[in-house]
């Protein structure tokens, strides 16, 4: 790796490390005043468990070997990684995919906030990353779904469709918050929710356009998307909302903007020229509307995980069929029908992502169901009534 | 002596407090309040679901005064508190049996 690519791959993934702090803003503001402390916890305590799993064994069965299905244990404890070798450019890789494999579960936490307790979070956030996040990272970078020609450039399918049918496994088990949909949980700081979401929207620079793994046009190309995308989306949803509830409110900014981020996650490295806006508007006007199924499914999927993340990245990943355009990438990869392909990279799309929801949602399920059996997975009706923050952290957020 | 009690619109506080000094008033204290009365509450819209919230935000603006000097304090409330539209407030007062200043011991009108 090239001195001016290892630089750009170092700082993305410091910026990918920023945006986990910044979803717990994102999501702690959406939350209740007295359970933000707990959602905070929830997601810092990804970037602590995961690096450790992640370096002990977690790579190594995600990148390990030419499996199609899993990796192998070369890599345990960062065996075999070269240091000086490369300039140092493995390492960094190691280092950068770790910052996504530590978001990965805390997207999940938006769906379980309120109720979830932290013991079984504990235990769910690393048992999840090596039987559902490192299988699929695998068939998508270096496996079967891979292989056969899917995209999935910085982790639509990897990350965001498998974190947000997770999320739907999840809170099926998990069951609604109390009083949900009659009593309303309206957002406890608006404020906190605009400044996660600006970090998320800094940090997934780092994360599209880090992935390129390199200082290039095609880096710049996930730059430019991952700018645009967001813009659009974040346009249409205040669009939208101000025709159809009466005002352009700073959720439905912050939403759309977080729903363009996750359409273009997949497509960031393929699609160029207006592609990126026509794909962040098309997820901003979707996913404003997915947010609405969960009261008529009944499913209590309390911040969105499942109407943001898992819609949007279907959208996105399913968008890259129709819009990825080879030419301009030096032919990599096959072309979408817009480009002159024919339905076969849009047939790839689809069969990824179900694989991937497949897998997800039934593996989720089952730990799930495996932790509410052993040591529960839902806090006392009295904790959830007064506030996690205090019954399971011992803290405060505002006196 | 007489606790004058006001719940006023957090936007007038200002204006409250001019009209009671101008009123030669030496002291106030205001808390943050919610409560709902003819104005009701409001309705937000968080991800096109609407949520009523009852209670709406106000302040309750409390004065201790000597009990000639309370009809004058009423009316400068009632004034400068006043926009016209619904959710103006309300003013009363009770009377108070004892006053002490905590740091000397003063009792009564003394205290004020």
């Not at chain 1, 994102?26 to 997601?43: A, K, S």
């Not at chain 1, 363009?260 to 699609?271: D, E, N, Q």
Request: hydrophobic letters at 50%; a negative charge.
């Amino acid at each position: 790796m090239d001195a001016g690519s290892l630089a750009w791959v170092l700082i993305s993934a410091a910026l990918v490390l920023f945006m986990t702090p910044g979803l717990a803003f994102f999501y702690g503001g959406m939350d209740q005043g007295r359970n933000v402390l707990n959602m905070l916890m929830m997601n810092f305590y990804c970037v602590l468990v995961v690096p450790v799993v992640w370096v002990l064994v977690g790579y190594s069965l995600a990148q390990g070997g030419s499996g199609n299905f899993i990796g192998n244990f070369d890599h345990l404890f960062l065996n075999d990684i070269p240091i000086l070798d490369d300039n140092g450019g493995k390492l960094a890789t190691v280092a950068f995919l770790g910052m996504f494999a530590a978001i990965t579960p805390a997207l999940i936490s938006g769906a379980v906030a309120d109720r979830m307790k932290f013991s079984a979070w504990a235990l769910f956030v690393p048992l999840w990353l090596l039987l559902v996040f490192v299988p699929i990272f695998k068939w998508v970078y270096g496996g079967w779904l891979g292989d056969r020609g899917s995209l999935d450039f910085a982790g639509g399918t990897a990350i965001h469709v498998n974190a947000g049918i997770a999320a739907l496994a999840a809170v099926m088990v998990l069951g609604r918050r109390k009083g949900w949909p009659s009593e309303g949980h309206p957002p406890h700081s608006m404020p906190l929710v605009m400044i996660g979401t600006g970090i998320l929207w800094f940090g997934w620079f780092g994360f599209n356009a880090g992935s390129a793994l390199a200082a290039n046009g095609q880096a710049a190309q996930a730059f430019m998307n991952t700018f645009l995308a967001a813009a659009a989306a974040g346009l249409v949803w205040i669009v939208v909302e101000r025709f159809r509830d009466g005002h352009a409110t700073n959720l439905g900014a912050a939403s759309g903007i977080v729903a363009g981020l996750v359409a273009i996650t997949p497509a960031a490295g393929f699609v160029s020229g207006v592609a990126p806006l026509v794909i962040g508007g098309i997820a901003g006007l979707i996913c404003c509307y997915a947010v609405k199924l969960k009261h008529r499914a009944g499913y209590d999927d309390a911040l969105d995980v499942v109407g943001v993340h898992f819609v949007g990245g279907l959208v996105g990943s399913l968008l890259i069929g129709f819009f990825a355009n080879p030419k301009h990438f030096d032919g990599a990869f096959d072309a979408g029908i817009f480009y002159g392909g024919g339905l076969g990279l849009l047939a790839e799309q689809a069969l990824a992502n179900v694989a991937a929801i497949v897998w997800s949602f039934s593996i989720t399920f089952g730990l799930m169901v495996l932790l509410k059996r052993t040591i529960g997975v839902r806090v006392s009706d009295q904790t959830e009534a007064e506030g996690l923050d205090i019954a399971e952290h011992a803290e405060t957020a505002y006196h | 002596m007489k606790l004058i009690t006001a719940i006023i619109k957090p936007s007038k506080v200002e204006d409250v407090k001019a009209a009671l000094t101008a009123a030669g008033v030496h002291g106030m204290t205001v808390s943050e309040v919610r409560g709902f009365g003819r104005q009701g509450g409001h309705t937000e819209n968080y991800r096109g679901t609407e949520y009523r919230l009852e209670f709406v935000p106000k302040l309750m603006v409390e004065v201790v005064v000597d009990e000639e000097q309370a009809w004058t304090v009423i009316d400068a409330i009632v004034e400068s508190a006043r926009t016209g539209k619904i959710g103006d407030g309300k003013v009363w007062m009770t009377t108070v049996d004892e006053l002490i200043r905590i740091r000397t011991g003063e009792r009564g009108v003394e205290a004020m």
